[in-house]
């Protein structure tokens, strides 16, 4: 869940958001279309005809057209940011920890960016995406931040949390 604050933030800036040099940058977005790609040749779901993809926190979609090979359901809190999403994404307007409306197990790929460091609980979002995942899909979380010393863990424990191997 976000905090209000972090909703109004985002809806604020929505008209701007792609001017910021990470969010297009071709490079980064192929890089991260490489490492879902190689996470399906791993999960056997590779040649499938019909992939399916829950995005937690897709704003305005802008990785999309890298993900093009997937049908997408971009979930996100901030309307104004979720309005700018290109055609072809079915757009939910919703928290992403709590999805009632999509049913476990439905998605080939669940997949979030940038998400977790602006939620509250972090912890309930994998769970989401644990749960709307197919068995023998894939989770995918990217997360940039910055870290201070005292920080540190709190990525490793995420990572053992959700795959313990």
Known sequence: MLEQATINHFNKISSTWEQKGWVHSRFLNKQISAFIRSSERKAG????????????????GILFKYLNRYNIAGIDEARDMLGRCPEGIIQILSKVE?????????????????????????????????????VGGVAVVIESVVLTKQDGKIPTQLVQMTDPQ
Do not use: W
Request: net charge positive; charged share 25%.
């Open 45 to 60: 779901f590779f040649r499938k005809r019909f992939k399916s993809s829950a995005y937690f926190g897709i704003g305005t």
């Open 98 to 134: 709590d999805l009632p409306f999509l049913m476990d197990n439905q998605f080939n790929l669940t997949f979030s960016r940038n998400l977790f460091k602006h939620c509250v609980e972090p912890l309930r979002i994998v769970e989401s995406m644990y749960r709307k995942t197919r």
